[in-house]
Structures are given as C-alpha cells and as structure tokens.
C-alpha cells in the first residue's frame, strides 16, 4: 500500500487501518449507550456564546481520548486559531464548492477530515509552484475562513467517530458488535446490499466484482482508504461473504478479489468510493458537535463524489 501508506494517520496508534478493529475492541456497550448525547467532560465549564478557533477545538480535544498527540496531520491548515468563529462548516474534503457555500452560510469554520491541499501532510510545496494551490489559499484567506483537518482524532475516538456515523447511516449500527470486525447481517443477495447502500448512503453507483445473486451475511466494512495489504488481511483472516471498501488500489485487492474467487473462494467486493464512504462519519460530527456549541450554528455540508459515470 504505497500511496495509501502516504493518508494513515501519523500517530501510531489511528490511522484508516485501524478502523473498526481497534475501535471494535475497544468500544463497550456502555461507550454506544453514551453516544447520542456525550457532554463535556464533569467540572469544566461551558465555553461562552464567543468562541475562537481554538476554543472550539479545545472543546473536541477534550473528548478524545489522550489527546493532544504528539504526532498528528489534525493541524490547522489555514486561518488564525485565535479567530472568531463564525459559523461551522463539517466535510470530508474542504473543496472549493464547499468554501463557496461556507461563505454563503457565513461559517469561516471547515473542520475537514481529509486534506486541504491534496497530500496527507498538506504540503503546499508537494507539487513545486502548484496553480491551483495558490489559488485555493487565496480563496481561504479572502474570506478569512480557517480549515482544521479532524482525521486522527475522530478516528481515536470511543466509537470511532467515522465507523460509527458510517454503519449509523447504513442502519446497521444495530448489528455492530463490539469486538468484532465483521457485521453479520440478515442474509441478503448481493446485488440487494450495493442497492441498500447505494440508497443510504446516497451514492449513484458503485463497482461490484462477484455474483450478484450470492447470498451475502458476514460483510468486513472498510470505508475511506484502509489500503490493499489491510484490506486482504482482513479478507484471509475474517473470510467474509462480502468486503466493503472506500477506494483501492486496482491492482491489488480487486485482482486479489477476482483470483480468489475463480479459485473458490466466495469473498464478493463492492467498492463505494472514498469520499461518499466515510462523509457519514463527517455528518455524524454535526450531531455530536451542535449540542456542545451554543449560539454557532454547526452544519454538514458533503463534498460528495468527485466523479460522474458516462
């Protein structure tokens, strides 16, 4: 997994890969009966109705466990932290479509859980001299909106903030098992499953590779972009019906994939894209973060799929 070894996450515990194992281990009954309505931690007091950059994500930073980390890409990748906050803007990737609407929502916060400048490290300097770069800072600090990358942290937090806004979204939370990697399902073809999450997560179409009548129970769920070599260990150790993932590398799990089922095995895959995979997980932050703010308005706003089919 070169390219994806590039998006895990610097801290060496969270990162894609850890998604639901680490999570599933984790995350008690007690953890999921307390979601829906997590406060600020006893004894601290509620920030007031003005808050900066930095208030609001001291707030977040107070939830997750062992925070702050030495290590993380979760920086701020443009603004001021000591700026006032307007409104709040929650995304997967803080695109130019996304800034126009924050600007007409009058929210000069992004908290974005992918990068800004299209590497994981957000290095303006990737590609030397990068046009769209510049032009994207500039747009930024026209309007004087900050960008805080929330990606480390939400994936550190107890239930994994995007696993659990993902299977939420699906309506499979209901199945969810803590300490398991896998969700059993009721046994439905395949071709039903990519239409029910074509349907829940909104998404126009998706790439199949395996029959579509094969009754599919067990099904390994990786959003976002875990990487080959996760993404066939957890198909060799958990050998489920089906393998759900974000994005990959085509000449690592789909040719994995196919050769293992013309060689008997029955793990199906269905490929749902990377951003519309884990943009759930972004909602769900508009959910637990707006109890927590008064007098700003949060709001989700997706950047939805980059691609249309022809």
């Not at 680490?22 to 995350?27: E, L």
Request: some cysteine.
């Amino acid at each position: 997994m070169q390219h994806m070894e590039k998006e895990e996450s610097t801290h060496p515990q969270w990162g894609r890969r850890t998604f639901i194992t680490n999570v599933m281990k984790t995350a008690g009954i007690a953890a999921l009966l307390k979601v829906p309505g997590l406060t600020i931690a006893a004894g601290k007091q509620p920030l007031p109705n003005t808050y900066t950059v930095k208030d609001v994500i001291d707030l977040i930073l107070r939830e997750i466990p062992n925070a702050p980390f030495p290590n993380t890409v979760d920086t701020l990748k443009n603004g001021n932290p000591d700026q006032k906050v307007t409104g709040i803007i929650t995304t997967m990737f803080p695109t130019v479509k996304v800034i126009e609407e924050a600007v007409k929502r009058k929210a000069n916060f992004i908290i974005a859980h992918e990068p800004t400048f299209y590497n994981h490290l957000d290095d303006k300097n990737w590609v030397p001299g990068s046009s769209v770069v510049k032009e994207k800072e500039a747009l930024l600090n026209k309007y004087n909106i900050a960008v805080w990358r929330f990606h480390d942290y939400w994936h550190a937090y107890r239930p994994d903030g995007i696993g659990y806004g993902v299977l939420k979204q699906t309506g499979w939370l209901q199945y969810w098992k803590p300490g398991e990697v896998t969700v059993h399902i009721p046994a439905r073809p395949l071709q039903a499953i990519a239409s029910h999450l074509k349907r829940t997560l909104g998404i126009q179409q998706v790439r199949v590779l395996g029959n579509l009548a094969q009754s599919c129970s067990s099904v390994t769920f990786l959003p976002g972009a875990a990487g080959g070599q996760t993404q066939m260990r957890f198909a060799e150790q958990e050998k489920p019906d089906l393998l759900i993932v974000g994005e990959l590398h085509e000449w690592e799990t789909a040719e994995y994939i196919r050769d293992a089922r013309q060689l008997g095995h029955k793990t199906a895959l269905i490929v749902l894209g990377h951003s519309v995979s884990e943009e759930p997980g972004m909602y769900w932050l508009q959910e637990w973060l707006q109890p927590k703010i008064t007098g700003i308005t949060v709001t989700h706003i997706p950047s939805g799929n980059p691609f249309v089919w022809i």
